[in-house]
């Protein structure tokens, strides 16, 4: 689904036709989630798997209809969407998070699929930068693709900046640039998002 994130055309040239047949689903009610299922639901009917874009209110309607979807489940999507209660629930889990305005420091952003249990991080980051990354991600419970940035600051330990449950997937977005450095190339990346949450199946949380 497409809520009008740039790269939309690209992730669909990127599957291949052989494999896949795509039916774009282009959202642009920002009203509220009724509107924005009603919108939906005739066009996901008898789909295989959704990519469900950047809307935590599909997630639901994927949910109630049983329909396999690219994602981390309405829980962790609906908190990483908020990052002050974000920041509450990993102070909890014991996890460091960044002061709201930390100056100085480097940011990196580490990308996740559900089926690879090592983050994907640019080259060089500390040790402690990967361990937080899983860190997040047990306590999160992020079972799809997600991004997780992770402040080093001056001085002091690692700690989280935020989590992006919902990352978009266009080739030049966060997710795509981790793995692209790892090795993954946008195909390649898009093909194993589909292919995974079509075995994972319905029923997330």
Not at 84 to 92: D, G, H, N, S, V
Not at 112 to 121: F, K, R
Not at 170 to 191: C, K, T, V
Request: hydrophobic share 50%; with cysteine; aromatic share 4%.
């Amino acid at each position: 689904m497409n809520d009008g994130q740039p790269g939309a055309d690209a992730l669909v040239a990127a599957l291949d036709p052989g494999e896949f047949e795509v039916t774009p689903v282009e959202i642009h009610d920002a009203g509220a989630a009724p509107g924005i299922a009603g919108a939906a639901a005739g066009a996901i009917a008898g789909a295989d798997v959704v990519l469900p874009g950047r809307r935590v209110e599909v997630l639901g309607l994927l949910e109630m209809a049983g329909i396999p979807y690219a994602g981390s489940g309405t829980l962790a999507s609906a908190i990483g969407a908020d990052r002050a209660f974000t920041r509450q629930l990993a102070t909890a889990a014991g996890i460091p998070v960044a002061a709201g305005q930390t100056a100085g420091g480097h940011r990196f952003a580490c990308g996740l699929l559900a089926d690879d249990p090592e983050p994907a991080c640019p080259d060089g980051v500390p040790d402690s930068v990967r361990r937080l990354v899983r860190a997040v991600r047990v306590a999160f419970d992020l079972a799809g693709p997600a991004v997780v940035t992770v402040l080093v600051p001056p001085a002091g330990d690692v700690c989280l900046d935020e989590i992006d449950a919902m990352p978009d997937l266009a080739p030049g977005a966060a997710l795509a640039e981790a793995w692209s450095a790892a090795g993954l190339r946008y195909p390649a990346l898009i093909d194993r998002v589909v292919r995974t949450a079509l075995r994972r199946g319905p029923g997330l949380h």
